[in-house]
């Protein structure tokens, strides 16, 4: 083991007994109003808008099939999005889109940095809205910390408990909105008020609820930093080409007051030290100290600093997007780089291309599909019946699959096995025939059970089932079995 | 005693014991580890008073609450049987005739009759219900005494050859070879022309013998034309499938000294339900018979003392 290195904690004696625990120091962040503080609005909006909004989009599928357009339908195994629907078995098309994610997020970091981070995870969206709800309440950021500070007296408990109900509000319709993905929305809605929906829709919106609730009320920024690997997994993809958020130093240093300035000008950079940038940022940093874990690059820091600057008669852009390298050249007093050269380059193409690659490749297997098919399963116990005329019986269970959502006609057909007929257990023997109608019911699967007959003599052999649905060619499918039987070929 | 002191490295007091200039940290363990543990203590004591948890000489203590795994189990078969209780009670009041037009109830049956079959069958008719030699197979359509719902119902409740059962399936071949009713000679003879009769042995000399031999003497049970009798549960010496073995050896064996099988009378095992059940899982293994009034079961066969050959094949 190493011997552990010692930990010192700024503004501490030495003597003192050291602790790993690091104790949050709460963070209050003030209201900020700015191009990257609207960009982030719009976002929030229409992040909340599409989770609210989506399970309440009807889409007509005809009267077999739910008419809800995104619908994850776990009793019946299927997941319906819009015009699209997915069986257990093409369970494929989903981990597609995962895999789209996941390459979607590695080309989002390698273009724009961590824009994920910044406006769209979740865990950002929510905490941006409970910390406005914080606002709302207890005003800005002086009159949190007042707040904070204040010991508990009947005025801080009514505003915390008028806060956390807020709160436990918002949580609520967040864990209560995600369980209408998986069942009719309006149908769970009635149930769930009376009391009749299933336990795990309580269950569920239980626990969503109060992980909404201390996520993103209480634990919001260490999520990012303590909790998610995201932000780890990007410290490595990150490199001197991605943008991130970056303090230029060079323009900014020597900070100094603005009294400071006046007084011996030239000494000091455009930083006037007014904090402004820490003020804001909703994780609690200071991004002078450079690029950092804690760091969602939201831009809120840019905004405060733009006005500033504004403010003061400086030029904007002290804090701004910029990748490393640029910053570099614009300390040797060089133009940046082209915003398109910033994003065309060959990590991101590389990203792009198998992230169109897979998306092309599940949109052609999307369009090529055909929605029947058909398995087989052979009786193995006994693997043969003698019949009373030297004629041999096999026995099969066949699964015809019809995954429209309509009911269809469909052909079963015995293909090989000269002189062979079949018939079910439900139509009488004398009806045995080579090929057999069934109407599969709409989006589902029939079993049947097949009893193929092979005149005496025949040998153990394969042959195959086919199943063709009536109207379209292209809707065919066969299963391969073996026939057994007593007799060998010498016979 | 303890020498306590602060470690200089970390900063961390000692617990005060040394072996060989090597000393411990006391570091205590982390609050919400501990509350944790506090935590399980209160849980386990609420558990040992509410659950049964103390192992005593014959049993353990009860809990207040009442609960054993026993007790969860009969509750679920109670619910069980109380969710099969409809079909049991329908089944009971349907005649078996009724059944096949009654398609739930049938496919219930089915389902029944496969589960009871596992247990109670399959020690000699086989997991798949395909017999060994001497053991029919029940997949097929070769039926010794009838294979329609009631007959192979009633073959169940009775059995076959079952002592004490008045109504049991009884026949018996006589054994011709070892009682010296046939010579020898002539038992070659008929078994040239039972071969022959499903086509295993091309007529010849011995077999045309043979004809008058078993029209003297096997014609009575098995019928002239040699298609077997239901009433006397005679085999078919026609068809393809035999019994015993199709094998000369083992015919002449069979009109020589006949072997005869016996099956239970479930009647007095099973309730009415579940032979019912039974009936219809055997008769929906795909070959059984649908109804025919002339294959109506024949219940006194047992009084019939002249059958003569029977279970040959």
């Known amino acids: ?491 | 005693m303890a020498n306590k002191r602060i470690d200089e490295a970390t900063n961390t007091e000692t617990v005060g014991h040394e072996w060989d200039g090597i000393e411990e940290l006391n570091t205590p363990l982390p609050r919400w580890w501990l509350w944790s543990f506090y935590a399980t203590i209160v849980f386990s004591i609420g558990y040992v008073v509410a659950y049964p948890a103390i192992p005593m000489v014959h049993s353990a203590t009860a809990g207040m609450l009442g609960w054993s795994s026993r007790g969860e189990l009969a509750r679920d078969l109670g619910a069980q049987k109380n969710e099969r209780s409809k079909i049991v009670a329908e089944l009971a009041v349907t005649p078996i005739e009724k059944l096949p037009g009654k398609p739930a109830l049938m496919r219930a049956a089915v389902a029944g009759g496969a589960a009871a079959f596992k247990v109670n069958c399959v020690q000699c008719h086989g997991a798949g219900a395909a017999g060994s030699s001497g053991f029919p197979n029940l997949n097929d359509d070769d039926w010794l005494w009838g294979g329609d719902l009631a007959a192979i119902e009633q073959t169940l409740i009775h059995g076959i050859r079952q002592p004490g059962d008045k109504e049991a399936r009884t026949s018996l071949m006589p054994a011709f070879g070892k009682d010296g009713l046939i010579p020898a000679d002539q038992i070659q003879d008929v078994t040239s022309y039972v071969l022959s009769l499903s086509g295993k042995e091309h007529a010849s000399a011995a077999s045309r013998r043979g004809a008058a031999v078993f029209a003297a003497n096997c014609a009575v049970c098995h019928g002239p034309d040699g298609k077997g009798s239901r009433q006397f549960g005679a085999p078919d010496l026609t068809d393809a499938i035999w019994l015993y073995a199709g094998t000369r050896q083992a015919v002449s064996e069979q009109i020589s000294a006949p072997r005869h099988g016996v099956m239970p009378a479930w009647g007095t095992r099973l309730d009415p339900v579940t032979i019912k059940m039974l009936a219809a899982y055997v008769h929906a293994l795909g070959g059984g018979e649908t109804f025919a009034p002339q294959t109506q079961p024949q219940t006194q066969a047992q009084t019939e003392p002249q059958a003569e050959a029977t279970a040959a094949e």
């Open chain 1, 1 to 491: 083991m190493n011997k552990p290195e010692p930990i010192k904690s700024p503004g501490k004696p030495e003597d003192q007994p050291l602790s790993l625990y690091a104790k949050r120091e709460p963070v209050f962040n003030r209201r900020i109003d700015g191009k990257f503080r609207r960009l982030k609005w719009a976002i929030m909006v229409l992040c909340l808008a599409v989770y609210w909004i989506t399970p309440w989009i009807r889409w007509d599928r005809g009267q077999y099939s739910p008419d809800q357009a995104v619908l994850v339908d776990l009793a019946h195994r299927r997941f319906y999005m819009f015009g699209i629907e997915i069986w257990p078995q093409e369970f494929y098309f989903v981990a597609g889109l995962l895999i789209m994610a996941g390459i979607g997020l590695f080309l989002v970091t390698s273009a724009v940095g961590r824009a994920w981070c910044g406006y769209a995870c979740p865990q950002t969206v929510w905490t941006d809205l409970f910390q406005h709800v914080d606002r709302l309440f207890d005003g800005d950021r002086n009159a949190r910390q007042r707040l904070y500070k204040a010991p508990w007296g009947p005025r801080k408990i009514a505003r915390r408990f008028a806060k956390w109900t807020v709160y436990l509000l918002i949580s609520f319709a967040t864990g209560g909105a995600w369980i209408f993905y998986f069942a009719d929305a309006p149908t769970l809605q009635r149930e769930f008020w009376t009391g009749t929906a299933a336990p795990v829709a309580y269950a569920t919106t239980f626990v969503l609820t109060m992980t909404t609730f201390v996520l993103g009320g209480f634990m919001r920024e260490q999520v990012c930093i303590y909790m998610c690997p995201w932000p780890r997994i990007q410290t490595a993809m990150l490199d001197e080409k991605s943008l991130i958020v970056t303090y230029k130093d060079w323009r900014g240093e020597k900070r100094g007051s603005l009294k400071k300035a006046q007084k011996s000008p030239g000494e000091f950079g455009d930083c006037i030290d007014c904090d402004q940038c820490v003020a804001v940022c909703p994780t609690g940093i200071d991004i002078r100290e450079g690029p950092q874990i804690g760091c969602i690059t939201c831009a809120l820091c840019i905004d405060a600093c733009d006005r500033v600057m504004k403010e003061t008669g400086r030029p904007r852009g002290l804090i701004d997007y910029a990748t490393l390298e640029d910053a570099e050249r614009e300390k040797a007093g060089q133009p940046p780089t082209r915003h398109l050269k910033l994003i065309w380059r060959p990590r991101t193409i590389l990203y792009f291309g198998v992230w169109c690659a897979i998306g092309l490749g599940l949109l052609f297997m999307l369009g090529t599909r055909i929605r029947t098919d058909l398995s087989a399963a052979k009786d193995r116990n006994p693997p043969y019946i003698l019949m009373r005329d030297g004629s041999v019986r096999n026995a099969y269970t066949l699964r015809l699959r019809n995954m429209e959502g309509r009911p269809r006609q469909m052909d079963i057909a015995i293909e090989g096995l000269p002189g062979a007929v079949m018939w079910t257990e439900d139509m009488d023997h004398a009806n045995a025939a080579r090929t057999l109608v069934r109407t599969v019911p709409a989006d589902e699967t029939q079993g049947v059970r097949v009893y193929v007959v092979a005149p005496a003599d025949t040998a153990s052999q394969e042959f195959a089932f086919t199943l063709q649905a009536r109207g379209d060619a292209r809707e065919r499918d066969e299963a391969e079995v073996n026939f057994d039987s007593p007799f060998t070929e010498e016979r």
